[in-house]
């Protein structure tokens, strides 16, 4: 997988999405395998359980990120193939 920050420039769409779902899924397993871990232990590592929450929620907002990524994309070629005029700030 590629960088979080990374985006491939032919990327379409439905990549963008897949990859999405994939981080997505990445979040969901260590989170299920964090509550797992909380479920059978007697003690909680306060510091270590915040990491582990910190890095859930940034995987989480590359998915996120993806899939803004998508949603742009989608419009962008919609407007492209309407042959619309590209509004520029000036």
């Known amino acids: 997988m590629s960088n979080s920050q990374d985006i491939n420039a032919?990327?379409?769409?439905?990549?963008?999405?897949?990859?999405?779902?994939?981080?997505?899924?990445y979040a969901g397993g260590i989170a299920e395998l964090l509550a797992e871990l909380?479920?059978?232990?007697d003690a909680v590592d306060c510091r270590r359980m915040a990491i582990a929450l910190e890095a859930i929620g940034a995987i989480a907002r590359v998915g996120a990120q993806r899939t803004a990524q998508a949603h742009a994309l989608?419009?962008?070629?919609?407007?492209?193939?309407?042959?619309?005029p590209i509004m520029r700030d000036t």
């Open 38 to 41: 909380v479920h059978e232990s």
């Open 74 to 84: 989608v419009h962008w070629q919609r407007v492209r193939a309407a042959d619309m």
């Open 10 to 25: 032919d990327a379409t769409p439905h990549d963008l999405l897949n990859e999405a779902t994939e981080w997505m899924r």
